[in-house]
């Protein structure tokens, strides 16, 4: 069996049985449960029956728009999906019983909503439920008046999640900001205990630090007096994950120190406690008395002059984060008015239009899935159509569920949703069978498969598709469907639908393997920038936008190296060279973030023009090492790093300045050894299909090493 098999196998394998850790809160279920089932119950209480199925039919399609974020994003996310639905809905009806129209509204309606996934995942569930509504409403076409009115049920059922979920905005303004908040002091935390692992720049914390920019200076953020204080934790919160790295590079194993980092992590746990509680701080204030302690028990050791700044500058840090913690929130506004606070320039996205324009051509990524998503839903509304096929809709409706912009998880969904679809429609044929045939045990079984979907969406899509098949056959048998009729046609549908959506893809993919590379030089020129950056101490601003850029760049190199993972026939070289590459990134982001908490945390170190003209070579030298990857070459004309440091390490060793030399000498030694490691991959992925390595370009010799 060949290797690309055996990977595809496993990946099948290992998506059946992996059950993830679920991440949405129970009020989160609660509410999108209430606000299926409470309209359904109204409208069979009072006789109206399908005023009842229209608003929880517009409530469960929007369902997944009411995500983590400020206040005002969710709002936005909740009524842009509500309003897509009812124009959906709309159009469907209306011209559902004309086949030229409904293909032609299909194909639009594919590519519009295909090419938001520009946008990120919360806008493109607002494209992907515009389709499943015009493809299920096209199903049932009525008159302009009768149409109008059951759109406006739908719309009308996503404005009720959106009450639901935003009735606590006047009582809990900050709440979103203090949880994100909480989760980067937690993980902090984390950090402080174990900060000689490699990967202490953990992904967990990583994308919660990126979650919290967005949230805290995005333009959706609070304009709130508590703001500032969350804008002061933020970047404490920076400096902080800095000091423990710098920490853990020198002296990661020493029991004193070791000592002092827990300590830390009890004050870091108790603010983290205090912000998700909206509470003063008083356990993390308590900690913090000890940590002094141990802070003057380490002057009275004198065990490492360099150490010491850094623990005196992560004490202050934390006095200051336990200050903070207790202002953060609306019960502890501070009293001057929060200072406005802008996006970096790294973070900032371009316009709309101007987004949209450069994603007009074959070689984005979203116009060929917006290509795919037109022709593959047109097609199987068609292909339902031509067949006449019972219960036709769910043939697109799966079609536009499962097709996703890359394979990994376009098969994922697809071999899910099919296992689902039969478990769900057998248990649900059971559960209905061994309930009492009354309405309100319809309503609690109903009730109860919606708020298992919601809960396991994330965790196990098999499992939560079961329970949605179970709510979508409950819900249609209040509107007359036979819940036991047809269960083989929706079978046949949903596999039809996944089949369609995966020929799509492998009939014009777009390989995750092709891209990959572009990704791990776009990650290598993030760290060239930030190194860049370092180079001009002083320029603090430019520090933490060029790390924030290179912390999104990293994340997304992940997410490209784990989609190539589960693609077949990726070559075990290509991923072989990926891993290497992402995993000596890692360590040249850490000792950049070691260089620095140097920086910082000294106002004038020694051999500072030659120190800066050091680290911008090997920025530079880095920057090549990413054209190279990118251009599929060996590096060009790389300097001699080794010798330059030496060089460097010379001019060190006669300043008078000992301490700061010392740690010079150590980052700098790190660097090169970083950057000529990723040179020496790169170098090495070369290869032709024997193995042999490709020549270097003629009368260009190559230093990797």
């Not at 804008?231 to 120190?257: S, T």
């Not at 949209?356 to 037109?374: E, G, K, P, W």
Request: glycine share 6%; aromatic share 6%; net charge neutral.
């Amino acid at each position: 069996m060949s290797s690309s098999a055996y990977s595809l196998r496993a990946h099948a394998i290992e998506s059946l049985v992996r059950i993830k850790r679920p991440d949405v809160p129970w009020r989160v279920v609660v509410r999108n449960t209430a606000a299926v089932a409470l309209p359904l119950a109204i409208g069979l209480g009072t006789g109206h029956p399908q005023v009842g199925l229209g608003v929880a039919a517009g409530a469960l399609n929007t369902m997944f728009s009411d995500q983590p974020g400020p206040y005002r994003q969710r709002m936005r996310q909740l009524l842009l999906a509500s309003l897509a639905a009812g124009t959906a809905s709309l159009l469907g009806f209306l011209i559902g019983g004309h086949l030229l129209p409904i293909l032609l509204a299909t194909a639009a309606f594919g590519f519009c909503g295909g090419l938001l996934v520009v946008f990120g995942t919360d806008t493109a569930r607002v494209g992907m439920t515009s389709m499943i509504l015009l493809v299920i409403t096209a199903a049932t076409p009525m008159p302009l008046a009768q149409a109008a009115s059951a759109s406006a049920l739908i719309v009308c059922g996503g404005l009720l999640l959106a009450l639901f979920s935003l009735a606590a905005w006047p009582l809990q303004r900050y709440w979103p900001e203090r949880q994100i908040l909480a989760t980067v002091y937690t993980g902090l935390a984390a950090q402080a205990t174990q900060p000689s692992q490699d990967n202490a720049d953990a992904p967990a914390l990583t994308d919660a630090m990126t979650t919290l920019q967005h949230t805290l200076l995005g333009r959706h953020r609070s304009h709130g007096r508590a703001m500032e204080a969350f804008g002061v934790l933020l970047e404490l919160a920076e400096r902080m994950r800095l000091e423990f790295v710098a920490m853990g590079e020198l002296d990661a194993d020493n029991d004193v120190y070791r000592k002092f980092r827990e300590q830390a992590a009890e004050v870091l746990s108790g603010i983290a406690t205090a912000l998700e509680e909206g509470e003063t701080p008083t356990q993390a204030t308590r900690s913090l008395q000890w940590l002094q302690a141990c802070e003057t028990e380490i002057d009275g050791t004198q065990r490492s002059v360099g150490m010491n700044r850094h623990v005196h500058a992560l004490t202050g840090q934390l006095s200051a984060a336990v200050r903070n913690a207790d202002w953060a929130g609306s019960r502890g506004e501070l009293r001057a008015r929060a200072a406005e606070t802008q996006l970096p320039q790294a973070l900032r996205s371009s316009s709309t239009v101007a987004t949209l324009r450069a994603n007009l051509t074959v070689h984005s990524v979203a116009f060929r899935h917006a290509i795919r998503t037109a022709a593959c839903l047109t097609a199987a509304l068609w292909l339902s159509r031509l067949l006449d096929l019972p219960h036709g809709y769910w043939l697109p409706m799966t079609a536009a569920i499962v097709l996703r912009p890359d394979f990994a998880a376009t098969f994922n969904f697809g071999l899910l949703r099919m296992l689902g679809t039969v478990a769900g429609l057998v248990v649900t044929t059971v559960l209905l069978h061994v309930t009492p045939d009354q309405p309100w045990a319809h309503l609690l079984l109903l009730a109860i498969l919606c708020m298992t979907f919601r809960y396991l969406a994330s965790a196990h899509y098999g499992i939560a598709v079961a329970a949605l098949t179970g709510t979508v056959v409950i819900l249609l048998s209040f509107d007359g469907v036979n819940s036991g009729v047809a269960v083989m046609d929706r079978v046949i549908n949903t596999t039809l639908g996944c089949g369609m959506a995966l020929f799509a893809y492998v009939a014009w993919p777009t390989w995750e393997r092709g891209r990959a590379r572009a990704a791990l030089a776009r990650m290598l020129e993030g760290y060239a920038d930030y190194l860049a950056a370092l180079a001009q101490p002083g320029q603090r601003t430019a520090h933490h936008e060029t790390r924030t850029a290179a912390r999104t760049r990293r994340s997304n190199a992940q997410a490209s190296l784990e989609r190539m993972r589960a693609e077949p026939a990726t070559p075990p070289e290509l991923l072989k060279v990926a891993r290497a590459l992402f995993a000596n990134g890692n360590r040249l982001a850490r000792t950049a973030m070691t260089l620095e908490a140097l920086i910082d945390d000294n106002d004038a170190l020694p051999e500072q023009g030659e120190t800066g003209n050091f680290i911008e070579l090997v920025a530079n030298t880095l920057r090549e090492i990413a054209d190279a990857l990118r251009e599929q070459r060996a590096p060009i004309d790389l300097p001699d790093l080794r010798a330059l440091q030496q060089t460097l390490v010379v001019l060190l060793l006669m300043s008078e300045n000992r301490a700061g030399a010392d740690l010079l000498t150590r980052i700098s030694d790190r660097l090169v050894d970083n950057v000529n490691t990723l040179a020496h991959v790169v170098q090495q992925s070369v290869t032709t299909s024997d193995g042999q390595r490709l020549r270097s370009h003629p009368g260009k010799p190559t230093q990797a090493t």
